[in-house]
């Protein structure tokens, strides 16, 4: 959306756009975050598009967001204040300005999260027609009053175009989009304000090449007389929020049921088609509200012991929670009593992370979808399992209590079980986090020194020594690391001081960018060792795929091996065997056609026998091999 492209004649570019610049928008936070370090153009190009807003209109596109993507009508009140505080603090920091509206996730609202709102300073929101009582007319905004005497603005989006760009055609015609926007009303009359609301991947994402229907309406619009393209915080400057509205609450723009999607087995659901059941998402809300409850009372009653004011650390943690380490340690060292010690400054930190572990597990996504199993629910339990891990001495307690209330959640697939079944296999680690870290940074040390780096640590090395810091909370970890090479693999034990337990780990289990990063260093080297100099010009020319040289390499090794047993032919074979299977591919039959009559026809068949388990054959003497007769 931030480089969209407009044709000009004869189908060549006349122009990219940013088309920020000419809507409203609001990206979440933590998404922000993301964007900030691996996507820093976009990111760039996101604020940007912000100040051009401002300085055209007075008033800015960028709208807030609650920090995390939770259902605020399912929420606490306070766990409502902190979303909102920490959200506009976030957008501050990011954007330089006070936030005038802001977004509710999946427009789910009731009256207590408007007042929320409302008393923060926010100006407007924007729902969908079903969640308002009466329209004012002309897709003006209604003014709703909140029990303490405070309003704020509510914009009404156009059901009908919103879902035919979203879902429908319009996003693929943007003459038809654009005659849609400036139809007159159902009574023939002209509208004051239409208002559109997608999702962003609809452009581009859903629906390719989106972004330049987009650009297209924008551009339009912007030539067409007695037409104003403008976001809804210019519009509600120019025209004040007058006629008095009520919500109906709770409600979301997703779930017609109110905000039962996120609690019930109410019927929404993605594949209507499919004969599943989401009756799992009440005992999962039911498991993460215990948690929640059961951490905010711990935070308070250690947060007590620790913090100068545990309420106030928790308000304005917001201030920082998106930012680099050091700036997130040393709002920590503000906020601890001037004679805590090291360790009560380290678990001060570990207490706002659990507060930030229990709020993201709150995520909208883990009851959205069609299973207890799917990656969303899964990472939601995650989240919840990390703020396990940060309870201290309540852990044990916490989990079984947690695990044992996801018992009643069925998966639609058998295989998955329960919701405490996949809590156990998929969310909780089974393996130390830190020890994960550090096998990865110490095989990335020997194998791939640039990726020799943590997310989320900091990394002391001292030979097979490894310090991690957790930049968050400043917790220091020291183990002892060991790097054994495994064909192409690697085999990493990691020693975690103060416990005593080895962890062993192996390639697949390392965290993901040092496991390609090693993966990779692993098949140069092979590719270097037995490919031959006309194999790695072909494939360095793009002539084949290294796929295709290995099912060659390997054919010729093979085939070597008619004539020469010795340790680097049958090394040659073994590794180009690895490094195909590495690649997705089975062993070709032919090859083990070929293989089989070489290692029959052996005098000395033992020598062959380790290749030939590798190929796949059952090797006489080996537990479990017999006849094979059916």
């Not at 709150?362 to 299973?371: Q, R």
Request: aromatic letters at 8%.
């Amino acid at each position: 959306m931030v480089a969209a492209r407009i044709p000009g004649p004869e189908g060549r570019i006349a122009r990219i756009v940013n088309t920020l610049e000419g809507l409203s928008f609001n990206f979440g936070p933590t998404l922000l975050e993301w964007m900030e370090h691996r996507a820093p153009d976009t990111y760039a190009a996101v604020l940007a598009a912000d100040r051009a807003s401002l300085a055209r209109l007075g008033h800015g596109n960028a709208i807030a967001m609650p920090y995390h993507h939770a259902i605020l009508p399912l929420s606490t009140l306070d766990d409502k204040r902190t979303e909102v505080r920490w959200g506009i603090a976030d957008f501050r920091r990011r954007f330089g300005r006070e936030p005038e509206g802001m977004w509710l996730p999946e427009t789910a609202v009731d009256e207590e999260t408007l007042e929320v709102l409302a008393t923060e300073g926010i100006r407007f929101t924007i729902l969908a027609p079903h969640q308002v009582t009466s329209l004012p007319a002309g897709g003006m905004p209604g003014l709703y009053r909140t029990s303490t005497g405070d309003s704020i603005a509510l914009f009404v989006y156009d059901g009908a175009i919103s879902h035919d760009v979203a879902f429908g055609a319009l996003v693929r015609d943007a003459e038809a989009w654009f005659d849609r926007l400036l139809a007159p009303d159902e009574k023939g009359k002209p509208r004051r304000l239409v208002g559109v609301a997608t999702d962003g991947e609809t452009y581009g994402h859903h629906h390719k090449f989106g972004e330049m229907a987009l650009a297209r309406v924008l551009t339009r619009l912007v030539e067409t007389p007695r037409v104003r393209v403008e976001n809804f915080a210019s519009f509600l400057a120019r025209h004040p929020a007058s006629e008095e509205v009520k919500v109906v609450s709770p409600s979301a723009w997703s779930c017609a049921h109110g905000v039962e999607r996120w609690r019930s087995d109410c019927g929404c659901r993605i594949a209507p088609e499919r004969a599943t059941q989401q009756a799992w998402r009440a005992p999962l809300r039911d498991a993460v509200g215990w948690l929640g409850a059961e951490l905010e009372t711990l935070y308070r009653r250690e947060g007590a012991r620790v913090l100068v004011d545990a309420y106030r650390a928790r308000e304005h943690y917001g201030d920082v929670v998106g930012t680099d380490g050091s700036t997130i340690r040393s709002y920590i060292r503000d906020q601890v009593r001037a004679d805590a010690s090291p360790e009560e400054v380290t678990r001060a930190g570990e207490l706002l992370e659990m507060v930030r572990g229990a709020l993201r597990s709150f995520t909208s996504c883990g009851w959205f979808f069609d299973d207890i199993g799917g990656i969303e629910t899964v990472e939601v339990l995650r989240y919840a399992a990390r703020a396990i891990e940060l309870s201290g001495s309540d852990r044990d307690r916490l989990d079984q209590g947690f695990s044992d209330r996801l018992a009643p959640a069925l998966s639609n697939d058998r295989a998955l079980g329960t919701g405490r079944d996949i809590y156990l296999r998929h969310a909780r680690p089974q393996i130390a986090p830190v020890a994960r870290v550090a096998a990865g940074i110490a095989a990335a040390h020997r194998y791939a020194p640039d990726a020799a780096e943590a997310t989320g640590y900091g990394v002391e090395a001292n030979g097979d020594h490894l310090t991690l810091v957790h930049q968050r909370t400043g917790r220091r970890f020291t183990t002892e690391t060991v790097v054994e090479r495994r064909g192409l693999g690697v085999a990493v034990t990691v020693t975690l001081s103060g416990t005593g337990e080895p962890e062993h780990l192996n390639l697949h289990e390392l965290p993901e960018r040092q496991r390609e990063a090693v993966t990779n260093a692993l098949r140069a080297e092979c590719v270097e060792r037995w490919f031959s100099t006309g194999e790695r010009a072909r494939l360095s020319h793009g002539e084949v795929s290294l796929r295709e040289v290995t099912q060659s390499s390997l054919r010729d090794a093979v085939a070597a091996l008619a004539n020469d047993h010795s340790a680097v032919a049958l090394a040659r074979a073994t590794e180009l065997l690895e490094l195909f299977e590495n690649l997705g591919g089975w062993v070709p039959f032919e090859v083990q056609t070929r293989f089989y009559r070489i290692w029959k026809g052996a005098a000395d068949v033992g020598s062959l026998n380790q290749l030939a388990r590798a190929m796949g054959f059952a090797v006489e003497g080996e537990r479990g091999t017999g006849s094979g007769e059916r």
